[in-house]
């Protein structure tokens, strides 16, 4: 239960966090260009909370439902406008202000996440270097050469400073044609490319679950099975293990990491093991039972007891990116482009079926990894919000009426024609608009509802 208050907390900031810097960005172009702010509103439904501006009227509104927000400007076609502000009206504007008006709210999202790319830049981020572990016999990544302890150092001439980085490298050029360049650095120190075939990396790209389609696992580091801490009345103990007992074997069966007494304990609810441990240099013959928790549908063992990791365990795993404020500028500036450019290439990868739809992320999908992002740490909220950010600032792009793209493309035909478009044509543009945008929801719900219910 409070894991799914934490979920939907970090949800409810996110989004407070994006849509306040999207409205705002509409509010603020709007203000400086002269047009009168009735009302800015975060949420929709019954307001909780209103405030006046003293200086400019407007009414702040923070409403009850968090999934969206709008700033609500005076307009001739929303009711009567007492003459004296005609000037301060958005239909009076030049289109040129109108414009800016508009594109100001996405252009908000991307300068967002370019100054969340900074923070994250300049504070220093720990990733996990591009170690190969286990090679999947047969497999894409087999046949192009990949070996255990392969260190991959760039793709298509791309640095690749950790798996984050190297992922989204191999994602982004699986959505071209050719041949993928992948330069590793061997266990003996020699440097290589290994060549992967773009198309047949992207027949497998479902939910982007690339290095198990290519066949590759990450090196990890092998942790001894020593008991860290203890959750108390839990089977570990109760049946009598300690902390710092190294354990040796399990029903006859030597132990040589923690993820294999893991994977044996997971496998047997309810069922008596016979364990040996090694306790301060005497060798103890105990009995355990781990208890039965319900998982994901499943029934799996349980005993209350974490791992106990040495220090600097991951010194020769981890690695560390930074840059100075300036070089973090254009870093920043980069990747949020970068990142943009592939949200445009997946949505139409998707719209002629090359890209499997079960890519897409919907509220619930959203809702999880601002969970699981900010019990990380925020750094990884931060990362969070800057791609939800972009993906908001494209999406709002797409040239579809009700968004800010629909109304950037009846401005374009406004400036074609040379005049006003026409009421009727602009509600049919909004009806089309509103189906397709309803559409576009149903599919990520139902993508979401399929990816909860496996």
């Known amino acids: 239960?409070?894991?799914?208050?934490?979920?939907?907390?970090?949800?409810?900031?996110?989004?407070?966090?994006?849509?306040?810097?999207?409205?705002?960005?509409h509010f603020w172009v709007a203000r400086r260009v002269g047009v009168k702010v009735l009302r800015f509103s975060i949420g929709f439904g019954k307001?909780?909370?209103?405030?006046?501006?003293?200086?400019?009227?407007?009414?702040?509104?923070?409403?009850?439902?968090?999934?969206?927000?709008?700033?609500?400007?005076?307009?001739?076609?929303?009711?009567?406008?007492?003459?004296?502000?005609?000037?301060?009206?958005f239909n009076r504007q030049t289109?040129?202000?109108?414009?800016?008006?508009?594109?100001?709210?996405?252009?908000?999202?991307?300068?967002?996440?370019?100054?969340?790319?900074w923070l994250i830049?300049?504070?220093?981020?720990?990733?996990?270097?591009?170690?190969?572990?286990?090679?999947?016999?047969?497999?894409?990544?087999?046949?192009?050469?990949?070996?255990?302890?392969?260190r991959i150092l760039s793709v298509n001439q791309e640095s690749t400073p950790t798996w984050e980085t190297a992922v989204y490298m191999l994602l982004a050029e699986s959505l071209n044609v050719g041949q993928i360049a992948v330069r590793v650095e061997d266990e003996s120190g020699r440097e290589a490319v290994r060549w992967l075939d773009a198309g047949r990396l992207q027949e497998m790209s479902e939910e982007a679950q690339i290095l198990q389609n290519l066949g590759i696992t990450p090196k990890r580091p092998v942790v001894a099975p020593v008991i860290g801490t203890l959750l108390p009345g839990e089977a570990a103990d109760r049946d009598g293990l300690k902390t710092g007992d190294l354990l040796l074997s399990v029903d006859g069966q030597s132990l040589e990491s923690w993820v294999e007494w893991v994977k044996y304990v997971r496998a047997r609810p309810e069922q008596r093991m016979a364990l040996e441990v090694e306790r301060?240099?005497?060798?103890?013959?105990?009995?355990?039972?781990?208890?039965?928790?319900?998982?994901?549908?499943?029934?799996?063992?349980?005993?209350?007891?974490?791992?106990?990791?040495?220090?600097?365990?991951?010194?020769?795993?981890?690695?560390?990116?930074?840059?100075?404020?300036?070089?973090?500028?254009?870093?920043?500036?980069?990747?949020?482009?970068?990142l943009s450019l592939l949200m445009l290439k997946m949505l139409g990868k998707m719209v002629i079926g090359e890209v499997s739809v079960k890519n897409l992320s919907g509220p619930i999908s959203i809702a999880e990894y601002a969970g699981k992002t900010a019990s990380y740490g925020l750094i990884d909220f931060l990362k969070f919000l800057a791609v939800v950010s972009i993906s908001l600032g494209v999406l709002n792009l797409l040239p579809i009426p009700v968004l800010d793209g629909g109304h950037l493309l009846f401005f374009l035909l406004e400036a074609i024609k040379g005049g006003p478009l026409s009421e009727t044509f602009m509600e049919h543009g909004q009806k089309i608009g509103m189906i397709l945008l309803l559409a576009m929801m149903s599919l990520a719900f139902y993508v979401d509802l399929s990816r909860l219910l496996g």
């Open 95 to 117: 289109l040129a202000s109108r414009t800016a008006i508009v594109l100001a709210g996405p252009l908000f999202n991307l300068l967002f996440a370019v100054f969340a790319f």
């Open 121 to 150: 830049f300049v504070t220093g981020d720990t990733g996990i270097k591009p170690l190969v572990g286990e090679v999947k016999a047969e497999s894409i990544a087999e046949q192009a050469g990949f070996q255990t302890g392969d």
């Open 1 to 25: 239960m409070d894991s799914l208050l934490f979920t939907i907390a970090a949800f409810v900031v996110a989004l407070g966090i994006l849509i306040t810097v999207h409205e705002f960005g």
């Open 280 to 338: 301060a240099g005497s060798l103890i013959r105990l009995e355990l039972t781990p208890a039965a928790i319900e998982s994901e549908g499943d029934s799996i063992g349980r005993i209350g007891a974490s791992v106990h990791v040495p220090p600097h365990l991951m010194d020769d795993y981890q690695t560390e990116i930074r840059y100075g404020p300036l070089e973090a500028v254009g870093k920043s500036l980069y990747k949020t482009w970068d």
């Open 47 to 89: 307001p909780l909370w209103t405030r006046v501006g003293k200086n400019d009227g407007t009414e702040y509104v923070l409403a009850a439902i968090p999934l969206g927000g709008y700033v609500k400007m005076l307009d001739e076609r929303e009711g009567p406008v007492d003459p004296g502000e005609l000037d301060r009206a």
